[in-house]
Structures are given as structure tokens and as C-alpha cells.
């Protein structure tokens, strides 16, 4: 699988971005999606997962109310739209994706995850 991001930005705190990440080489649809962060000097973080069907979502708690992931299948994409933005948010952006089948916890944690994208840059200013 081979994934693209795109989205990344500068925006004001309280602002709004959707970051993309478009994905090939497997069939899309049996592959369940995560978004994962880093910002300078920390690890990298879960933010939110999706699963195969868009049956289920899982949100990290810094982000859970501000942030909504979603995919279009037909479209082999998926979005992480956020929204109330804060300086804490910025980070380098990474989508994930793995085909394997667990419950939705399962898909936070970055070493359960086959392939990367190549992550795209937000940046919140005060």
C-alpha cells in the first residue's frame, strides 16, 4: 500500500484543516486507516482510527470532540478533518493503514501498522 498525505498547513489557533491521505496498491476497502502525529523532541501519537467499512472510530482523548476521521471508499481516501485548533496540534501528520482485523483500540498503537505515508506538516500558531 502505498500512501499519500496532503492538508498540512499554517492556520491560527481556533482555526480549521483537513489533512487527506490517498492511498494505492490494495484494495482499499479491507484496510483499516489511522492518523498518527509527531511532534519536534516527542514520539509519535495516536490521534484517531477508522476501520475497514467506516463502522467504527477511535479518537485519542486530546483530540476526541475536535477532530473527525472519515474515509470515502470510493475514493480510496481518507480525511481527518480538525477543527479548534490549538498550538499543541502542531506536529508532522502521518496516515497508517493495516490489514488486519481487531477491535478499533487495536489501531492505536503505531507498531500495529504495516505502512506509512510520508506525513504532512500543521502548524497552529498562538
Known amino acids: 500500500v502505498q500512501l499519500q498525505a496532503s492538508g498540512g498547513g499554517l492556520v491560527q489557533a481556533g482555526g480549521s484543516l483537513r489533512l487527506s491521505c490517498a492511498a494505492s496498491g490494495r484494495t482499499f476497502e479491507s484496510i483499516n486507516m489511522g492518523w498518527f502525529r509527531q511532534a519536534p523532541g516527542k514520539e509519535r501519537e495516536f490521534v484517531a482510527a477508522i476501520r475497514w467499512d467506516g463502522g467504527s472510530t477511535f479518537y485519542a482523548d486530546s483530540v476526541k470532540g475536535r477532530f473527525t476521521i472519515s474515509r470515502d471508499n470510493a475514493k480510496n481516501t481518507v480525511y481527518l478533518q480538525m477543527n479548534s485548533l490549538k498550538p499543541e496540534d502542531t506536529a508532522l501528520y502521518y496516515c497508517?493503514?493495516?490489514?488486519?482485523?481487531?477491535?478499533?483500540?487495536?489501531?492505536?498503537?503505531?507498531?500495529?501498522?504495516?505502512?506509512w505515508g510520508q506525513g504532512t506538516l500543521v502548524t497552529v500558531s498562538s
Open positions: 497508517a493503514a493495516v490489514q488486519k482485523y481487531y477491535s478499533i483500540s487495536y489501531y492505536s498503537t503505531p507498531n500495529h501498522y504495516d505502512y
